[in-house]
Structures are given as C-alpha cells and as structure tokens.
C-alpha cells in the first residue's frame, strides 16, 4: 500500500508499505530509496536498491537509522532519520567544482560602444574625439567572438584616424581554453616582461571562462543540525550568509577567505530559541592552485609597437609561455620561457603554503646576444602578531638578486639589471580604531652604490574621520641631495548619505599644505538618474575649483566638466562634454542604451504593452536599469560571461490579470554573446470558471486541463470547482477533468481577465 510519507512536517512523496491488521510491518526498500535519494547517504541508498528481498522490516529499518511510525487518523507515515542516515549537503560559497552553462543566445550579436568627446581650453584649442569599440560574436557560445576599436581626433591642427587592438577569440569553457589571434597582450609569471604582439595564442583562462570555478584548494568542514534553524555563517568576525536550513548533516565549503589563517564560526538559533555554535579554524592559500590543476598561457608571434598612431610589428617572431601545476595541497610548481631569434628567457616559479605563511621561489635565466645572465627574487607573506581580524597576511619580506639579466631581448635598446634589493612591510592592528604601517627597502645598484628608502606611519580613525602622522627616510645614492627626513600629517573626513547618496570629503595633507573639499551627488545609472560633484584645491601654488555632472538616459549618458586653475598669477580654464550610447544588433533585433559591455541583452515589449512601462532591473526604490521598447529595444548588461545574471521585469500598470511571464530571468552569458527577450504575448489572458457535473456538484480538488489552439495548461480545482489558466490566447478550448469535458469558447477582449462562468462537464463519449 502507498501513504505520504512526512519528514520534518513536510509530505516528501508517497512510499510503498506492508501493513497487518493496521500497523506497518515493512517498507519496499527501492521506493524509499527513490523517493528519498536526495536525502539520505549514498551508502544507505546502495543498501536499500540492492535488497535481494525488496523489503525490510521495521527492526532491519531502525539499524540504519530509519524510524517510521504509522499515523492511522490521518494515513501518513511519519519519519525521523538519524544523522548518520543523512546525506551530507554542501554550503558552498564559490563552488570550486561549479561551472555555468550558457543559456541560448542568438547566432549573431554585434555591440558598439560610441562615445564623442569635446574640448575648449583656455587657449581656445577645440579637440572634438571620437570612439567606437565593438565587440562582435558568430555562433553564441561556441562561435566566434572578436574585439576591435577605432578613433578619431580632429584639433585645430589637423586630424588623426587610427585603429586599436583587433582581436579574435573561441572559447570552449568546458575545459577551459582560450584560442587567440590578433592583437595580443602577453602575461606576467617569474621575470618575463609583459610583451606586445601580433600573433596566435592560448591559454587556460579559468578567470574569464570559468570565473565560479575555485582553482585554489580549501578546507571543508562539517556540522550537524539537529532540528531546522536560522544559521549564520561568520568568517573572521564577518557575516557573509544569513540562511534558513533543515535538520541535517552540512559540509561548508568554498568561503571567502584571505590568505593565511581564518577563524569560522557556524551561528544555529532552533524554534525552540536554542542556539548552537560551531567554531573552526582553517589555513588558505589563494596563490595555490589545487592539486592536478593545471594554468597555462602560450603565445607567438611579432612583437608590435603603437608609433605616430599605426602599429609597428617587428619581422624576428617570438615565443612566449608559462606553465604551472598543483603539485599538492602547499605546493604549486611552474616553468616560463621567452625565445626571440637566438635569445632566450626561462625560469621557474614556486609557491608554498604552509600554516606559517606563504613562500614564493622566482629563478630566471637569460641568454641573449648582449649579456647572459639572471634574476632571483624570494618573497614571504605571514600573519604574526598584530594582525587584522581578517586574518590577512601583515608582514611581508622579499629579497631580490639580479646580475646581467636582459628582460627584453627584442627591444632596439633593451633593459640589462645588475641589482639587489631587500623590501619589508610590516603592519600592526592595535585596534579596530588604531593601526601601524612600517615599510623599508634597500637597494643595491649596478654601480655599487645604495639606495634606503623607509615610512613609518600611525593611522586613526573613527566613523569617517582618520588622521594620520607620517614619517619618511630617502638616501638617494644617485642624487647629491642629502639625506631627507619628513615629518608631516594627514587628516581627512568622508561622511555619505545613503538616503540622498551624497558625499562630503575634506583632506589636509601637511607634507605640500594642500586642502582639499568636495560635496557630489552619485550617479548609479538608474533611469534618468543624475549626478555632480564640487570640488576645491588649495595649496602655496595652486589654487583649483572643478565642477562635473552626469545624467544618465534611457538610451545615453551625458558627462561634463569643467576646471579653473590659477597658478602663479596665470589662469586657465578647461572644459570637457562627453556623450555615450551603446547599440547593438542580435538577430535582426535593435537595442540601444548606455554604456553596456558584453554579454548583453536586449528587452523588447510585446505590441499588446506597446502604452504601458516595461521596466528592467528595477532599483527596492523602484527605480529601473532601463525602459523597453516595441520596435527598439532596452540593452542591458549581464555581468560577466559565464556567471548567473538575473534580468528583473516590473509591469506596473499592466492589464488586471494580464501574464507578461516570469517576472525574473536566469541567464548565463558567454563573452560577447546577445540575448533577447520579449515581455508579454498574444497569449497573455487570464480565464477564471467554474466546474460542475450533471448534477450541479462542483468538481471539487480536481485536477484539469485546458487544452486547445495548440496549448495545454494544466489546473486544478478549489473546493468551489473554481479554475484558474493563465498565459492563453483567444479561441476554443475543451476542459477536461478525468472522463468528464466541455467546450470553452474565449473571445479576444481588451480585457486581460476573463470571466468564464460555469461549465457543466459531460462523461465524453468513445469514438
């Protein structure tokens, strides 16, 4: 026989049982399993499938930490489960192992930025600029994206044409990896320069095609409630989550952590007004990646240089890449190499983390036409005394050696050090008002000499207000200044109004005697939201006013501003005015709004809303992102490619009853990728009836259907045989409840609810 069955106050399904003379007896094992397999543990729920008998009796049941008992009134089964019975779920923030897919987008998406720029000086120089930066993308996801840009300026000297980067990319975010041509910009691991070329590349990207992925290994701990509460979770006396969870067993995963040591406290307040508390502590390494994950970049190519507005590319190719590998939980290991002609750069990198702090290895050679030679850098990180609450690293040391080392072998006249160097930075927290800041250097240069260069400083501060006194120490050995020795102080005061989102600020800084006071309003990019900002300088030399604002439109930003300096008896005055649209096209679709980035959408509303405001992403305030249009849509941003987005609709002043969707949009972007939406259709009604059999008896607690015009929209009944349908269209439809149907008419209304009345179903008869 088949009851509810109900744990912690909830019917989870219905389960197979054996009863005698009214009293359970035993339990069919595989329909427990099923109904319960995303509640108990995996071994339990291999238990139970592979029962050769199919059923367990209620003594077998209570050895595995499964209670029932029979609830005859109301022909339930109530359940209790021990914890050891319990699957463990996860609390994850970040998830290491979470990847976003994509949702669907349209074959082809192009995104222009256009911003025009003008300039008056007070030398009456005019400057008009213009800007266009596109990013295009062929097939979604798994098509091609590109990126290129051009300018132009126009002076009252001549005029200036040129283009920017141009870049093509495919991105496979499964595995992850990244395949590049064009203009590329190489990376910076060991001692390899960041380089400029024109080229082929690819690269594990984790951060910007699996940018939910966590790379960096972390601890995991587990707790168990044992009846639903309200948790907190606290990392270094932070909240970061707020969460209502059920009974259960919990492995707390993934939190934001800061390198070194973390103190995590798990807060649980029962019904019952009980509190528990679960305090851990765990280590983090966020320069680790985790064990058997591997980071790579490759590129090769021409080195390029931007000159007299045009790119240079040289005719040598070069090659350029890194590799790294998490060898295990403390230890990341890496190797990196640049080849140019018959010049060479490689090295190798490691990080170790260990409950004692952090310790990073850089060793580089260099082999080139005019030196050979090498660099060797160690640096150290590590939580002592006096450390944040945070747990952060605060005292860092670092030494360097270099001698011959060419780090840029294709340049026409390139670098060659000889140095060594020692750095420190220490910083005590005395309190969460008071704090110390001490840094040092000394260098050694090629030519024997020696550089010390040392700040001391002492920081207070309390609800927007700090003062500061700072102490500096320079030997410049290549200067024949004298030693310098400065003692001076700072003070500042920052107060914001959240309601009216203003901002005051007044500095003093004592070192140049300069003042400085400002008042703005902040511009969130709402819907016809706008902003300013007043701003004074004064020092022995300078005296300064700037003034600026901004206005934000459905389909443009507007910003200006304006500046008047005296120096020294001489005045200027310069004046600036920037206005800036973002278009786009996905399909054939056209939106136009204000400053968005890829991935974008575009939000078009449905001609039946053509008079009515389709607001997106509107503000608790309610104040919207923008507003949407019939034939030219809103565009919107998505965030970051391949992370959760979510697109909010409001249609205030709608019809009664009309159904303009979901409300809310989950969508996952990819890089450059258009996605559009429509609010509202034809099939928008809402149809409200009544349902009764020959007898005129309400069809009560049923379950229907509508169904016709190629719908079919399932119902049920209340105790009055009344039914709501929402999202149909106008035409004919038959309702049918069991065997039992009618024919329902709806006519096209400007009405969005239609009343239906009542229908009397008829037993329908076999064909």
């Known amino acids: 026989m088949s009851l509810p069955v109900v744990w912690q106050q909830k019917k989870l399904g219905d389960v197979k049982f054996v009863l005698e003379n009214f009293s359970l007896h035993a339990i069919h094992t595989k329909s427990f399993a099923s109904q319960f397999a995303n509640v108990i543990n995996e071994d339990l729920k291999l238990t139970l499938e592979s029962d050769q008998d199919g059923q367990m009796n209620l003594a077998e049941l209570e050895s595995h930490g499964i209670y029932v008992e029979f609830d005859q009134r109301n022909m339930q089964v109530e359940l209790e489960l021990e914890p050891e019975a319990l699957k463990v779920d996860d609390l994850t923030y970040g998830d290491r192992s979470y990847r976003a897919s994509p949702s669907p987008s349209t074959n082809f998406a192009l995104l222009n930025n256009l911003n025009l720029r003008y300039d008056r000086t007070s030398s009456n120089t005019d400057e008009i600029s213009f800007e266009w930066l596109a990013d295009v993308n062929l097939?979604?996801?798994?098509?091609?994206?590109?990126?290129?840009?051009?300018?132009?300026?126009?002076?009252?000297?001549?005029?200036?044409?040129?283009?920017?980067?141009?870049?093509?990319?495919?991105?496979?975010?499964?595995?992850?990896?990244?395949?590049?041509?064009?203009?590329?910009?190489?990376?910076?691991?060991?001692?390899?320069?960041?380089?400029?070329?024109?080229?082929?590349?690819?690269?594990?990207?984790?951060?910007?095609?699996?940018?939910?992925?966590?790379?960096?290994?972390?601890?995991?701990?587990?707790?168990?409630?044992?009846?639903?509460?309200?948790v907190q979770v606290i990392v270094n006396s932070n909240t970061i989550a707020k969460v209502r969870l059920s009974a259960g067993r919990y492995d707390l995963n993934d939190l934001p952590l800061t390198s070194g040591e973390n103190e995590v406290e798990v807060l649980a307040i029962y019904s019952n007004?009980?509190?528990?508390?679960?305090?851990?502590?765990?280590?983090?390494?966020?320069?680790?990646?985790?064990?058997?994950?591997?980071?790579?970049?490759?590129?090769?190519?021409?080195?390029?240089?931007?000159?007299?507005?045009?790119?240079?590319?040289?005719?040598?190719?070069?090659?350029?890449?890194?590799?790294?590998?998490?060898?295990?939980?403390?230890?990341?290991?890496?190797?990196?190499?640049?080849?140019?002609?018959?010049?060479?750069?490689?090295?190798?990198?490691?990080?170790?983390?260990?409950?004692?702090?952090?310790?990073?290895?850089?060793?580089?050679?260099?082999?080139?036409?005019?030196?050979n030679g090498y660099s060797v850098s160690l640096d150290t990180e590590h939580s002592i005394w006096g450390s944040s609450p945070s747990g952060a690293s605060n005292f860092r040391f670092?030494?360097?050696?270099?001698?011959?080392?060419?780090?840029?072998?294709?340049?026409?006249?390139?670098?060659?050090?000889?140095?060594?160097?020692?750095?420190?930075?220490?910083?005590?927290?005395?309190?969460?008002?008071?704090?110390?800041?001490?840094?040092?250097?000394?260098?050694?240069?090629?030519s024997g000499s020696t550089n010390h260069t040392a700040n001391m400083q002492l920081s207070w501060r309390y609800r927007g207000f700090r003062a500061t006194a700072q102490?500096?120490?320079?030997?410049?050995?290549?200067?024949?200044?004298?030693?310098?020795?400065?003692?001076?102080?700072?003070?500042?005061?920052?107060?914001?109004?959240?309601?009216?989102?203003?901002?005051?600020?007044?500095?003093?800084?004592?070192?140049?005697?300069?003042?400085?006071?400002?008042?703005?309003?902040?511009?969130?990019?709402?819907?016809?939201?706008?902003?300013?900002?007043?701003?004074?300088?004064?020092?022995?030399?300078?005296?300064?006013?700037?003034?600026?604002?901004?206005?934000?439109?459905?389909?443009?930003?507007?910003?200006?501003?304006?500046?008047?300096?005296?120096?020294?008896?001489?005045?200027?005055?310069?004046?600036r005015v920037n206005i800036s649209t973002s278009i786009a096209i996905a399909d054939g679709k056209i939106g136009i709004g204000n400053n968005v980035r890829a991935p974008f959408a575009i939000v078009n509303s449905h001609k039946t809303l053509a008079t009515k405001q389709v607001l997106i992403n509107p503000s608790p305030e309610g104040e919207p992102q923008a507003k949407a249009g019939t034939s030219v849509g809103a565009l919107i941003n998505l965030g970051s490619a391949y992370t959760d987005a979510a697109l909010a609709i409001d249609v205030a002043d709608a019809p009664l009853g009309y159904d303009w969707g979901p409300g809310t949009y989950n969508v996952v972007g990819g890089n450059n990728t258009g996605h559009i939406f429509t609010i509202g259709s034809d099939l928008s009604y809402t149809a409200i009836g009544y349902l009764k059999d020959e007898n005129a008896d309400a069809f009560s607690l049923q379950r229907g259907e509508l169904t016709g015009e190629g719908q079919s929209v399932s119902f049920f009944t209340n105790r009055k045989g009344r039914f709501v349908v929402e999202g149909i269209g106008s035409g004919e439809y038959t309702v049918t409840v069991g065997n039992k149907a009618a024919k329902v008419i709806i006519e096209e209304s400007d009405k969005s609810l239609i009343r239906l009345g009542t229908f009397t179903l008829y037993e329908q008869q076999e064909e």
């Open 471 to 575: 102490y500096r120490y320079q030997d410049q050995a290549s200067t024949t200044d004298p030693d310098q020795h400065e003692f001076f102080v700072t003070f500042s005061w920052n107060q914001y109004n959240s309601n009216s989102r203003t901002r005051i600020r007044t500095d003093y800084n004592g070192r140049n005697d300069a003042v400085r006071a400002s008042y703005a309003k902040v511009n969130r990019n709402f819907l016809n939201d706008y902003g300013y900002s007043v701003q004074g300088e004064y020092t022995p030399e300078v005296e300064s006013l700037t003034a600026s604002a901004s206005y934000t439109g459905n389909r443009f930003r507007v910003d200006t501003t304006s500046r008047y300096q005296s120096r020294e008896d001489v005045k200027t005055d310069d004046h």
């Open 273 to 371: 007004g009980e509190r528990e508390t679960f305090s851990f502590s765990t280590f983090y390494n966020s320069s680790l990646l985790q064990p058997g994950l591997s980071n790579f970049h490759v590129n090769v190519g021409f080195p390029s240089e931007f000159r007299n507005f045009n790119y240079e590319y040289l005719n040598t190719p070069v090659l350029s890449g890194f590799y790294e590998f998490g060898v295990n939980n403390m230890l990341t290991a890496g190797v990196n190499s640049l080849i140019i002609d018959n010049d060479i750069i490689y090295g190798v990198t490691t990080v170790l983390g260990t409950s004692y702090g952090n310790f990073s290895l850089r060793a580089s050679k260099s082999e080139t036409k005019i030196a």
């Open 398 to 446: 670092g030494y360097s050696k270099s001698d011959d080392f060419n780090s840029s072998p294709w340049q026409e006249y390139p670098t060659v050090t000889a140095t060594t160097a020692y750095t420190l930075n220490y910083n005590y927290y005395i309190s969460q008002y008071l704090d110390f800041n001490v840094t040092g250097r000394k260098s050694k240069l090629q």
């Open 139 to 230: 097939g979604g996801h798994d098509g091609i994206n590109g990126r290129f840009s051009f300018f132009h300026d126009n002076t009252d000297t001549g005029s200036e044409s040129y283009r920017g980067d141009v870049r093509f990319f495919y991105d496979d975010y499964r595995i992850p990896l990244r395949y590049e041509l064009g203009d590329l910009s190489s990376f910076t691991r060991g001692h390899l320069p960041t380089i400029n070329m024109g080229g082929f590349g690819f690269s594990r990207s984790y951060s910007d095609l699996q940018p939910l992925t966590k790379i960096s290994p972390s601890n995991s701990q587990e707790f168990h409630l044992k009846q639903s509460a309200e």
